[in-house]
């Protein structure tokens, strides 16, 4: 864990060092911030519910872009091999990679709890959907930005690890939203594996120990499939 840490310190600090993370950054509260107070003043109502059922659809875009270049960049450029030659193994990358990513995440959350603090000033807010909101919020993150490592390690070009982690984060978003095409015997089973269901409940501050395994168990399969394919490649 010594040489993951190192690494984590790396990545994270390579994202304030380029451009990139400030317009993601800028884009993802631009867009928050513009949804939530259209609703919220059009509603008129002291609850972040508007803002929590953005943040799969959203995340489905932005965590992709903060991925991308995760694996991508160094594969073509060739410094992954240069890494490989110090004491680390595929599994202290890929966790200080995805620590990195974790990190990068709350960061960008940190501001929008101005929007909680705000409507508490206007009316009685519950705190208990909040809390349960922004841990939702990390965990699927997590999920998202794990799939997107997946999506950095099959390709350098970061364009297609882009494209490829969107469809796939768009698709676990979605598939909840298609159920009325599905046979009724197989609703069940596509509903658990849609990351808004999951999300949807933990964002009301119901803790349920099934939502929090789904988001680990896609967080696992991303890992271990980003390991997989590095694997391969060296």
Known sequence: MKQAVHIFKKEFSGYFISPIAYIVIAIFLVVTGWFFFTTFF??????????????????????????????????????????????????????????????????????????????????????????????????????????????????????????????????????DKMLFFLPKSLLGVMAYLGTGYHFQNISKGVIDSRDIIYFFSV???GLYGANLSMQKKY
């Open 42 to 175: 059009l509603y008129n109502q002291a609850s972040l519910r508007n803002f929590f059922g953005l943040l799969p659809l959203i995340f489905s875009f932005v965590i992709p872009a903060v991925t991308m270049r995760l694996f991508s960049e160094e594969l073509n450029v060739g410094s992954y091999e240069l890494l490989l030659t110090m004491p680390v193994t595929f599994t202290d990358v890929i966790i200080g990679k995805f620590m990195a990513c974790i990190a990068f995440i709350i960061a960008m959350l940190l501001p929008t709890v101005a929007y909680p603090i705000l409507i508490s000033t206007m009316g009685t807010l519950d705190w208990g959907p909040v809390v349960g909101g922004y841990l939702g919020a990390i965990l699927m993150g997590g999920a998202f930005a794990a799939v997107g490592l997946f999506a950095s390690s099959l390709t350098r070009n970061q364009i297609i690890a882009f494209i490829v982690a969107t469809a796939i984060c768009f698709s676990l978003t979605l598939i």
């Open 219 to 221: 967080a696992f399969i």
